[in-house]
C-alpha cells in the first residue's frame, strides 16, 4: 500500500495540476504566464506578489515549455512528490499533446550517490516511490532505467509502458558534446531512428564528432545522430530535476533545449530567487507545515562549549538521556548521535575522536561506526534493526548524500560552522522526524546540537544561517534555533522552551557607554533618565562591553546599539542577531510553547434519517439531499468540437513548389475512420482521470456509459471522434459533474441546516483543538507594525500589515482581538487544512473563520471579516447563516466583522457589543452577574465617568471595560470584593 501523502504535498500537486490544466490551451510563453498567475491567485496569493512566469528562452522549435518549481525544504519528502508530479504532468498537460500513449521521462538528480538511491528505491518492489507509480501507471505499466542503459530500449518500448529514465544533470551539461556517451552516434538507436521525422533539431555528426568517435566515417557528416539526446528530443521527456538549485546556469537550459522537454518540474529546498534565471515558484512548501505533519524535529536546541572534550561529552549525555525516553515510546527507537570530525588538516581528526570515545568515554567500539571516503563501517548495516549496537557514528563529511536515517537525534560539529557546507546535509539527516509521528516524551520532538564554541550569540546566528540555506524562510530558520544548556532538560519535558538571553561584546565605545550606563558604576543601565529593564552591562579588561539582553531591546536601547557598530558588516550581523532575539524570544512566550492548551471547539454536525448525529460534510449533504448519479441527465451540451483547422498542401505545379490550404474536397474526415478502440477502452480511460470526482466507481461508470451512448446518439459524434478529442470530453465531463454535485450539496445543506426544520448540533465525538506546534503556516508570516502579543503560536501566517491609508483590512480585526481584555489567547486560523485549523460547514466544502479565539470565561469567539465590497454577496450570507448556526447550538460566540456596521462601530465596537451582550463570569467565584458599575459604583479611575461595557472573570481579580464620556475604551482590574452583587 503506498505511503498516504502529507496534506501539503497533496496541495502542492493540487496546484501543479491546477497550472498544467490551465496551461494545456498555452500556445506561447504569454499564456503560460497568464496560467502560471492564474494558479497562484487560486491559492490567494495576492496580484502584488506574483511574479512574472519566466521561460527562461530554452523552448525549441516553437514549442511551449511549461517550465515551474515546487519549494521544498529538507526533509519534506521531494522524492515522492516527485512520482506523483510526473504523472500528473502527463495526465493534466502532456498526453493531450503527445502521439505515445504512455510518458518518457527523465528523472535527474545531482549526484551519481543520489541516482544510485533513486533508481533502488524505484525500482524495489513494495517501497513507497514505486508504489506510487503502481497507483499512476499499473504493476507492469512502467520500466525504470538507469541512463547508461538507456541502449536497451527498443522502438516498441516507446508508448507501451512508461519510461522512466534516471541520470545526473552533469551527463548532459556540457558545452562540447561531442565527447559525452549521451550525445554519441549509437548504432544501438538505429533501428528507432528508421521511422524518426527529420526535426530541425536533431544534434547531426560534425568534425569533433569523427574525432571522438572513430567508427564514423566523413560520409557520416551532417547525418543525423542516433543518440541518447535525439531520441530524447524527438519523444519530448518530462523531466523532474530533483535539487534544482545546482542547475541554475545558462548552460543548463542549453542542455534543456536539446532535450526538448514537454514540460519540466523543479524540485528544491533553495530555488533561485532573483536574476534572469529566477525559479518559477508555484507552490512553497514551509517548515512550519513540515514540523506540523511531524517531518521533522523542531526546533534544535543549541549548547555551545568552550572546548571540543566539553561538546563531546555533553553530546553523549544527550544521546544517552534520551535513549532513556525512547524506552517509553510505543515502537522501537534508538536515538544516534552524529559526530563531525576535522579533516587531517585539524586537531581532532577521525582517529583523534575515535580514540577519545574508546579511552576517556568508554564507549565500546562495536557502538562506534566511522562512515568516512575510506572507511564506509556503515555500508550494508540496517540502523533501524533492534539489534544494531551502533549509536555514535564518526564522519567528516561522507554522509551529507546517500545516508539516511531518522533516529539520528544528535549532531555534535568539532569544525568551524562557519566555513563547514556539509553541516548542512548533516543537519538535514537529524531533523527527520522517526517514523515520521510525534513521539510521546517531548524531548524526542526536538533535534540537539553541540558546538565547540564560546561564542553562543554568534554560533546560533550562523546555525540559522545554513537552515535558510537549507530551505528554511528567515523567520522559521530563527525560531528554529534555541540556545539552551543539559539541566533544561526538565523544563524542556514539560513542553517549554529554553529562555533566551543574548550577549554581545561590543568594542570601547565612549558614547554608548554614556548614554546606556553612564561610567559603568553598579545598577541598572539607563538612556534618557529612564531604568531599562533586561538589560546588564559588564566592563571589559580591554575597554569594550559585554552587553547582556534577557528581553529585546527598545527602539531606542536597538537605536544606541546601531549606532554603537561604525563597521557596516558588523552592523548588519548585528541587526539580523537582534532581529532573531526577538523571534526566539516571542517564540518563548507564545502560550503553545509554554504549554498551555487551547480549550476543544465543537464542530457542526447534522442529523441523519435514524437521529444520529454526523459531522457535517459535503458528502453527507449529497445522502441528505437523496443524491445519485443514476438519477441524472446524461447530456452534455457543453461539449462540442471545432472545425479541425484545414492541413496544409504541399503539391507541384509548373515545376514550382506550391503551398496552400487542403480544398474541402481532399480533406480526410478522421473522425469517420473505424477504429480498434472499443467503447470500454475509452470508459476505461476516463474512469481512472475522473475517480477523484468524489463518487463510487460502478455509480461513475454507469453515468459515463449513458453519456457516451447519448454523445454517439443524439450528437452524432463516432467513437473514433470521442477518442481522437478525449482530452477535451473529459474536461467536459468534469465540468458537469461538478455542476451536477453541487447542486446535490446545496439541495442538502440547505435542507438539514438552514431551513424550516434544521438538524444542527453539536456532539462530543467531533471536537477540534488547536495543538501545541501544529500550526502549518506558509510565508510571509507576519512582521509588521502592529503589535500581537496574544498569539497562540510564535508565528503568525496568512497575515499582513495594511497598506497606508487603507482602513477596510483583516488586519484590524486581529489587531481588536488581541487587545480584548476578554481574549485569553487567539489563532490567525488557516485555511484548507482541516486536521490543524477549525472550520465550519457550507455546501461547496468547508469554511475557515478569519480568527478562533479562546476567552477569558472558557468560550469560543469565531470572527470572519469581509471587506465593504464582499460583506453582502452570496458566499459571505452563507458563511454568516452558518456561524450564528454554530454560535446558536453550541453555546459559543460568532462574529461577522465589516469595517463600519450599521450603527457606525468599527471591528472594536463590534466585538465590544457582541461581547457585552454576553457578560459571564468564572463558576465557583463569590460574586454574582454585576446589573452595572458606573462612577458611582466602585473602582474607576478618579475623575471618570462612563458605562460598563462588560465584566470577565479571573479568578478573585475581575477585568471591567468600560467607555467613558470621551468614547475611549478603558479596562482595568478590580478584586471580587469592590463588585457590587447582582
Known amino acids: 500500500m503506498s505511503l498516504i501523502l502529507k496534506h501539503y504535498q497533496q496541495e502542492a500537486l493540487d496546484a501543479l495540476g491546477d497550472f498544467f490544466a490551465r496551461a494545456r490551451h498555452a500556445q506561447d510563453e504569454a499564456g503560460l504566464d497568464a496560467a502560471f498567475r492564474a494558479a497562484l491567485a487560486a491559492q490567494e496569493m495576492a496580484p502584488s506578489q506574483i511574479p512574472p512566469y519566466l521561460g527562461q528562452g530554452f523552448a525549441s522549435a516553437g514549442a511551449c515549455v511549461p517550465y515551474v518549481?515546487?519549494?521544498?525544504?529538507?526533509?519534506?519528502?521531494?522524492?515522492?512528490?516527485?512520482?506523483?508530479?510526473?504523472?500528473?504532468?502527463?495526465?493534466?498537460?502532456?498526453?493531450?499533446?503527445?502521439?505515445?500513449?504512455?510518458?518518457?521521462?527523465?528523472?535527474?538528480?545531482?549526484?551519481?550517490?543520489?541516482?544510485?538511491?533513486?533508481?533502488?528505491?524505484?525500482?524495489?518492489p513494495g517501497h513507497p516511490y514505486r508504489e506510487a507509480l503502481e497507483g499512476h501507471f499499473g504493476v507492469d505499466g512502467f520500466r525504470v532505467l538507469d541512463i547508461g542503459e538507456a541502449d536497451q530500449l527498443r522502438p516498441q518500448d516507446f508508448g507501451q509502458k512508461a519510461l522512466i529514465v534516471v541520470g545526473t544533470l552533469q551527463t548532459l551539461r556540457v558545452d562540447d558534446t561531442s565527447g559525452r556517451d549521451v550525445y554519441a552516434y549509437k548504432e544501438a538507436f538505429?533501428?528507432?531512428?528508421?521511422?524518426?521525422?527529420?526535426?530541425?533539431?536533431?544534434?547531426?555528426?560534425?568534425?569533433?564528432?569523427?574525432?571522438?568517435?572513430?567508427?564514423?566515417?566523413?560520409?557520416?557528416?551532417?547525418?543525423?545522430?542516433?543518440?541518447?539526446?535525439?531520441?530524447?528530443?524527438?519523444?519530448?521527456?518530462?523531466?523532474?530535476?530533483?535539487?534544482?538549485?545546482?542547475?541554475?546556469?545558462?548552460?543548463?537550459?542549453?542542455?534543456?533545449?536539446?532535450?526538448?522537454?514537454?514540460?519540466?518540474?523543479?524540485?528544491?529546498a533553495t530555488p533561485m530567487r532573483k536574476g534572469e534565471h529566477r525559479s518559477n515558484v508555484l507552490y512553497h512548501v514551509s517548515a512550519e507545515e513540515l514540523k506540523a505533519e511531524q517531518m521533522i524535529k523542531l526546533p534544535i536546541v543549541l549548547q555551545t562549549h568552550p572546548n571540543w572534550q566539553e561538546a563531546v561529552r555533553d553530546a553523549l549525555l544527550t544521546r544517552q538521556r534520551l535513549a532513556a525516553e525512547a524506552v517509553n515510546e510505543a515502537d522501537y527507537l534508538r536515538p544516534i548521535l552524529l559526530l563531525q570530525a576535522e579533516d587531517k588538516a585539524g586537531e581532532v581528526t577521525v582517529e583523534v575522536l575515535k580514540q577519545h570515545l574508546l579511552t576517556q568515554e568508554h564507549i565500546a567500539v562495536e557502538r562506534i561506526a566511522i562512515a568516512t571516503g575510506n572507511q564506509r563501517e556503515l555500508d550494508g548495516v540496517d540502523l533501524f534493526d533492534p539489534a544494531c549496537p551502533v549509536d555514535v557514528v564518526i564522519t567528516v563529511e561522507a554522509l551529507k548524500e546517500g545516508w539516511d536515517c531518522s533516529f539520528a537525534y544528535v549532531f555534535c560539529s568539532l569544525q568551524k560552522i562557519g566555513?563547514?557546507?556539509?553541516?548542512?546535509?548533516?543537519?538535514?539527516?537529524?531533523?527527520?522526524?522517526?517514523?515520521?509521528?510525534?513521539?510521546?516524551?517531548?524531548?524526542?520532538?526536538?533535534?540537539?546540537?553541540?558546538?565547540?564554541?564560546?561564542?553562543?550569540?554568534?554560533?546560533?546566528?550562523?546555525?540559522?544561517?545554513?537552515?535558510?540555506?537549507?530551505?528554511?524562510?528567515?523567520?522559521?530558520?530563527?525560531?528554529?534555533?534555541?540556545?539552551?544548556?543539559?539541566?533544561?532538560?526538565d523544563d524542556l519535558t514539560a513542553g517549554g522552551l529554553p529562555a533566551q538571553t543574548l550577549e554581545l561584546s561590543l568594542p570601547a565605545v565612549p558614547a554608548?557607554?554614556?548614554?546606556?550606563?553612564?561610567?559603568?558604576?553598579?545598577?541598572?543601565?539607563r538612556l534618557d533618565g529612564e531604568e531599562i529593564v533586561g538589560l546588564s552591562l559588564v566592563p571589559q579588561a580591554d575597554g569594550g562591553v559585554t552587553v547582556r539582553f534577557d528581553t529585546p531591546p527598545s527602539p531606542a536601547v536597538r537605536s544606541a546599539l546601531m549606532d554603537a557598530v561604525a563597521d557596516k558588516k558588523a552592523r548588519v550581523e548585528l541587526e539580523k542577531?537582534?532581529?532573531?532575539?526577538?523571534?526566539?524570544?516571542?517564540?518563548?512566550?507564545?502560550?503553545?510553547?509554554?504549554?498551555?492548551?487551547?480549550?476543544?471547539?465543537?464542530?457542526?454536525?447534522?442529523?441523519?434519517?435514524?437521529?444520529?448525529?454526523?459531522?457535517?460534510?459535503?458528502?453527507?449533504?449529497?445522502?441528505?439531499?437523496?443524491?445519485?448519479?443514476?438519477?441524472?441527465?446524461?447530456?452534455?451540451?457543453?461539449?462540442?468540437?471545432?472545425?479541425?483547422?484545414?492541413?496544409?498542401?504541399?503539391?507541384?505545379?509548373?515545376?514550382?513548389?506550391?503551398?496552400?490550404?487542403?480544398?474541402a474536397r481532399y480533406a480526410v474526415n478522421l473522425d469517420l475512420v473505424p477504429t480498434e478502440i472499443t467503447e470500454n477502452d475509452l470508459l476505461r480511460w476516463l474512469d481512472e482521470r475522473l475517480r477523484d470526482s468524489g463518487l463510487g466507481q460502478s455509480e461513475r461508470l454507469a453515468w459515463l456509459?449513458?453519456?457516451?451512448?447519448?454523445?454517439?446518439?443524439?450528437?452524432?459524434?463516432?467513437?473514433?471522434?470521442?477518442?481522437?478529442?478525449?482530452?477535451?470530453?473529459?474536461?467536459?465531463?468534469?465540468?458537469?459533474?461538478?455542476?451536477?454535485?453541487?447542486?446535490?450539496?446545496?439541495?442538502?445543506?440547505?435542507?438539514?441546516?438552514?431551513?424550516?426544520?434544521?438538524?444542527?448540533?453539536?456532539?462530543?465525538?467531533?471536537?477540534?483543538?488547536?495543538?501545541?506546534?501544529?500550526?502549518?503556516?506558509?510565508?510571509?508570516?507576519?512582521?509588521?507594525?502592529?503589535?500581537?502579543?496574544?498569539?497562540?503560536?510564535?508565528?503568525?501566517?496568512?497575515?499582513?500589515?495594511?497598506?497606508?491609508?487603507?482602513?477596510?483590512?483583516?488586519?484590524?480585526?486581529?489587531?481588536?482581538?488581541?487587545?480584548?481584555?476578554?481574549?485569553?489567547?487567539?489563532?490567525?486560523?488557516?485555511?484548507?487544512?482541516?486536521?490543524?485549523?477549525?472550520?465550519?460547514?457550507?455546501?461547496?466544502?468547508?469554511?475557515?473563520?478569519?480568527?478562533?479565539?479562546?476567552?477569558?470565561?472558557?468560550?469560543?469567539?469565531?470572527?470572519?471579516?469581509?471587506?465593504?465590497?464582499?460583506?453582502?454577496?452570496?458566499d459571505s450570507v452563507v458563511k454568516r447563516q452558518i456561524g450564528e448556526t454554530w454560535a446558536r447550538v453550541s453555546g459559543n460566540l460568532f462574529l461577522f466583522a465589516v469595517e463600519r456596521d450599521a450603527d457606525g462601530r468599527d471591528v472594536a465596537g463590534q466585538l465590544r457589543q457582541l461581547l457585552g451582550k454576553n457578560i459571564a463570569l468564572v463558576e465557583h467565584t463569590p460574586v454574582r452577574l454585576v446589573r452595572a458599575l458606573t462612577s458611582e459604583g466602585h473602582a474607576l479611575p478618579a475623575g471618570k465617568d462612563g458605562t460598563v461595557v462588560s465584566v470577565y472573570g479571573q479568578g478573585q481579580a475581575y477585568a471591567v471595560e468600560f467607555l467613558d464620556v470621551d468614547g475611549e475604551m478603558a479596562v482595568l482590574t478590580i478584586a471580587a470584593a469592590d463588585l457590587v452583587a447582582g
Open 705 to 874: 456509459a449513458r453519456v457516451l451512448r447519448w454523445l454517439q446518439r443524439e450528437g452524432g459524434y463516432t467513437l473514433t471522434a470521442l477518442y481522437r478529442h478525449r482530452s477535451r470530453l473529459c474536461e467536459a465531463l468534469l465540468e458537469r459533474l461538478r455542476a451536477l454535485l453541487a447542486s446535490g450539496r446545496q439541495r442538502g445543506f440547505q435542507q438539514s441546516l438552514l431551513g424550516d426544520e434544521p438538524q444542527a448540533g453539536i456532539s462530543a465525538d467531533y471536537r477540534f483543538r488547536f495543538q501545541p506546534g501544529a500550526y502549518p503556516a506558509r510565508p510571509p508570516y507576519y512582521r509588521g507594525r502592529f503589535v500581537l502579543s496574544k498569539h497562540y503560536y510564535g508565528v503568525i501566517g496568512d497575515l499582513c500589515d495594511p497598506p497606508p491609508r487603507q482602513t477596510d483590512h483583516e488586519m484590524f480585526c486581529a489587531d481588536a482581538i488581541d487587545k480584548s481584555a476578554a481574549v485569553r489567547h487567539w489563532v490567525r486560523n488557516l485555511p484548507g487544512n482541516p486536521e490543524f485549523s477549525f472550520w465550519l460547514p457550507i455546501p461547496s466544502g468547508r469554511f475557515y473563520p478569519d480568527f478562533v479565539a479562546e476567552l477569558n470565561d472558557g468560550r469560543a469567539l469565531v470572527v470572519e471579516y469581509k471587506g465593504e465590497g464582499y460583506k453582502s454577496n452570496d
Open 190 to 268: 538505429e533501428p528507432h531512428f528508421e521511422r524518426a521525422p527529420d526535426l530541425p533539431g536533431f544534434e547531426r555528426v560534425t568534425e569533433r564528432d569523427l574525432e571522438a568517435q572513430p567508427y564514423l566515417t566523413r560520409a557520416d557528416l551532417g547525418k543525423v545522430k542516433r543518440s541518447f539526446a535525439n531520441l530524447m528530443y524527438w519523444h519530448r521527456p518530462l523531466v523532474i530535476v530533483d535539487e534544482a538549485h545546482n542547475a541554475r546556469t545558462a548552460l543548463t537550459y542549453d542542455t534543456f533545449a536539446r532535450l526538448n522537454p514537454a514540460a519540466l518540474v523543479e524540485m528544491t
Open 512 to 525: 554608548f557607554a554614556a548614554d546606556l550606563a553612564g561610567s559603568l558604576l553598579p545598577g541598572a543601565p
Open 419 to 489: 566555513s563547514s557546507r556539509d553541516m548542512e546535509q548533516l543537519l538535514g539527516r537529524v531533523l527527520r522526524m522517526p517514523y515520521a509521528r510525534t513521539r510521546k516524551s517531548p524531548l524526542l520532538n526536538r533535534a540537539y546540537a553541540h558546538l565547540a564554541s564560546a561564542q553562543t550569540a554568534r554560533v546560533a546566528n550562523e546555525l540559522a544561517d545554513r537552515l535558510v540555506a537549507m530551505g528554511f524562510e528567515e523567520l522559521e530558520a530563527a525560531q528554529a534555533v534555541f540556545p539552551g544548556v543539559l539541566p533544561l532538560f
Open 69 to 124: 518549481c515546487i519549494r521544498i525544504p529538507t526533509g519534506g519528502g521531494k522524492t515522492l512528490l516527485g512520482t506523483h508530479a510526473l504523472a500528473l504532468a502527463w495526465r493534466e498537460y502532456a498526453e493531450a499533446r503527445s502521439a505515445l500513449e504512455r510518458p518518457v521521462a527523465l528523472w535527474l538528480v545531482p549526484s551519481n550517490v543520489i541516482r544510485g538511491q533513486t533508481l533502488a528505491a524505484l525500482r524495489q
Open 577 to 663: 542577531l537582534l532581529d532573531r532575539f526577538e523571534l526566539r524570544q516571542q517564540a518563548v512566550l507564545a502560550p503553545s510553547a509554554r504549554g498551555v492548551p487551547f480549550a476543544a471547539l465543537p464542530l457542526l454536525c447534522v442529523r441523519d434519517a435514524q437521529g444520529e448525529l454526523d459531522l457535517a460534510e459535503k458528502e453527507v449533504f449529497l445522502d441528505l439531499a437523496g443524491f445519485t448519479l443514476a438519477d441524472e441527465s446524461p447530456e452534455l451540451p457543453a461539449f462540442r468540437l471545432d472545425e479541425e483547422a484545414a492541413p496544409v498542401l504541399l503539391d507541384v505545379a509548373d515545376g514550382h513548389l506550391r503551398i496552400e490550404q487542403e480544398a
